[in-house]
């Protein structure tokens, strides 16, 4: 059975910084991609960024701007999201995701398995 956990998330100020974790189980073929989303109250789900299969190649959203890093540690089936200087506009609850990787960010209809997600607050 396949697994995503998704860790880390709270209620920072303002340019703080949070780490969140996606803990990766039953996924017997590694060669998938993790990619974050994440959702506000009344938004559609963005996506954030995300690693290949081989964690060489990270992609990102726009919005990041350089604040977020996305890790991956395939040994301990582990993805990383680094965000720094968080923004009130942050705030969303965040998910991982998992797909078979192609080399590009699918539709999320694409995605086979999701997290539960982990809510991040960024208060003013």
Do not use: H
């Not at 582990?78 to 506009?89: D, K, R, T, W």
């Not at 705030?91 to 991982?96: E, H, K, R, S």
């Amino acid at each position: 059975q396949v697994q995503l956990v998704e860790s880390g998330g709270g209620v920072v100020q303002a340019g703080d910084s949070l780490r969140l974790s996606c803990a990766v189980f039953g996924l017997t073929d590694n060669k998938y991609r993790i990619d974050w989303f994440r959702q506000a109250p009344g938004k559609e789900r963005d996506f954030v960024a995300g690693v290949d299969w081989s964690g060489a190649y990270a992609y990102y959203g726009e919005f990041t701007k350089g604040r977020f890093t996305v890790s991956r540690d395939s040994a301990k089936n582990l993805v990383a999201l680094q965000m720094n200087s968080l923004e009130p506009e942050d705030t969303a609850v965040y998910y991982c995701a998992a797909t078979s990787d192609d080399g590009y960010v699918k539709p999320i209809s694409q995605y086979d398995y999701w997290g539960q997600g982990t809510q991040v607050t960024v208060s003013s």
